[in-house]
Every structure is written in C-alpha cells, then in structure tokens.
C-alpha cells in the first residue's frame, strides 16, 4: 500500500540556519502531497500542500516542491526561527480512497 | 475561531474499563475522524465519519467502537480498555467539498491505561 518515510529526528539548529526535512513517498499515481504541523501541547495544523507534480507549495517561510521523479517533498526553510520548533508530519492523500497516510513525525528543535 | 474540541486532555484509567473520547466540532463539517498518534509510527487512522449515523473502519480499529448521533460530536468508545491502548488520541474534522489533506485537528486527548 502507499506509504510516507520521513527523516528521523531530532533535527537540531541554532536559529537562522537553513532547514531541510526529507519525505519521500510510496503510492499509486500522483497523490496529492501535504505538511503538517505539530507544536507543543497542540493539534496539527495543515502547513502547505501541493496536488501535482512540479507543484510548490508554501506558507510561513516554509517551502516545499513535488517531485515526481524522486517521490519526494523535501520540506525546506531558509532561516528557521524558535518558534519554529515543532513536530513536522509529511502526508500523501490515497488517490482512490482520499485516505490520509502520515509519516512519522521528524522533531525540529531550534534554540537561540 | 474554528474549532476541534476534545473534551479531556488528559485520562488515566484502568485496565477492563469502557472510556469515551468526545470530540466536537463547530465548523459545520460533515466528516469526523479518529487517529491515534504514537513515537515512530505516526497517526494511524482508527475509524471515520463522513455523515451522522454513518462509520467506516480506518486501519487499527480493533478494540475501538464509534459513534456519530449529532453531526458535530463524534466519540471514541474503548470498550475494555488495555495497556497497549495508552496513547495519543487525535480527533479531526473536515468539509465534505474541501480537499482530503484540509484537516482540522483538535489538541488531542493522552490516555494512559493502568
């Protein structure tokens, strides 16, 4: 079935570095792609999506293209800041069922 | 401000015991969800709602029951709960006309099984 594997965390900065969370993707077809996030004490909230290939997606600084020769969305940011600080899920949407499959969560710790 | 509310954010009970995780949802939407979030594995999807009275086994729904009699409130029922049955309990929203991955989350509710 399909599948999502993230980078295994932590992943640890110091603040302004350049941030990158690997996510690569197992499906049927051309799903469409998403980032969630995860902050302290909270629920996910959606980050960004793309829904075909060569698609970028992006919202607060955060970017992140479909590449449909890799299976990849690679989540990147140029310069992180603390309150960056986060669990980061990947996600693809089942393109028969429009099922949710999450990876497993890739920890960002940023510190001053 | 839209919202996913579950009703305790935090439980502890004992093994045999019947838990009910409420969530309700105040954004109109017609389809509800239950996840369970644990280290390493992610959310796995435990059942699912895309309109009252109606459900659908996600993929781990063994030891769980739902229900659906209002549109807004959907619950997670452990039956007897067990130990392997600690974890994070995520519930979610959505509108029927938006996209799959447009999910709106609640801030989760931690059961810990004695």
């Known amino acids: 079935g399909d599948s999502v594997t993230q980078m295994e965390g932590p992943v640890t900065l110091s603040e302004e570095a350049f941030l990158t969370i690997n996510c690569t993707y197992t499906a049927t077809g051309y799903p469409s792609l998403f980032w969630y996030v995860q902050y302290p004490g909270e629920g996910l909230q959606l980050l960004l999506k793309a829904t075909k290939a060569d698609d970028k997606g992006s919202n607060k600084g955060f970017e992140a293209t479909y590449r449909k020769e890799t299976t990849s969305f690679h989540l990147e940011k140029g310069s992180v800041q603390v309150s960056d600080s986060a669990v980061y899920f990947c996600a693809l949407s089942e393109i028969y069922t429009d099922k949710l499959i999450f990876g497993t969560g890739t920890r960002l710790q940023v510190f001053p | 401000d839209v919202k996913v509310t579950q009703s305790s954010r935090y439980l502890v009970k004992r093994t045999g015991e019947k838990v009910f995780l409420e969530c309700v949802q105040d954004?109109?939407?017609?389809?509800m969800f239950w996840y369970r979030q644990d280290p390493g594995l992610g959310l796995r999807l435990i059942y699912f709602?895309?309109?009252?009275?109606?459900?659908e086994k996600g993929d781990i729904p063994e030891g769980y029951s739902v229900s659906r009699e209002k549109k807004e409130r959907f619950s997670l029922i452990l039956e007897s709960a067990s130990t392997n049955q600690t974890s994070m309990y995520l519930c979610?929203?959505?509108?029927?006309?938006?996209?799959?991955?447009?999910?709106?989350f609640g801030e989760g509710s931690r059961l810990t099984v004695l």
């Open positions: 954004m109109d939407h017609e389809n």
């Open positions: 709602s895309y309109d009252v009275k109606m459900k």
């Open positions: 979610a929203s959505r509108s029927r006309t938006s996209g799959p991955g447009e999910l709106f």
